[in-house]
């Protein structure tokens, strides 16, 4: 199923959480954090058929979260990575 996706698709999937996480940190860069909390999905690691892009636009945010804290970023981080919503 993947191969039938266009890149136009997996953009828009893929857009809101990398564009949005890459502008959150952007703008919280000069905050003092004690840490970040990014909302992932179950599926960044069990996949599902038929959903390459969701899952790999997640897999960005656990990715990111288990980044080296280094002293350009130095803010711990951590991906929740949650099952369906109710009533979804």
């Given at each position: 199923v993947a191969q039938l996706k266009t890149a136009e698709e997996y953009q828009r999937i893929l857009a809101p959480k990398v564009e949005g996480t890459r502008h959150l940190l952007t703008l919280l860069r000069e905050e003092p954090l004690d840490f970040i909390v990014l909302i992932s999905s179950l599926t960044s690691i069990t996949g599902f058929p038929g959903q390459t892009d969701y899952c790999s636009a997640n897999l960005v945010l656990d990715a990111y979260a288990?980044?080296?804290?280094?002293?350009?970023?130095?803010?711990?981080?951590?991906?929740?990575?949650?099952?369906?919503?109710?009533?979804v």
């Open positions: 288990n980044r080296p804290i280094s002293h350009v970023d130095p803010v711990f981080c951590v991906a929740m990575n949650w099952h369906s919503w109710r009533d």
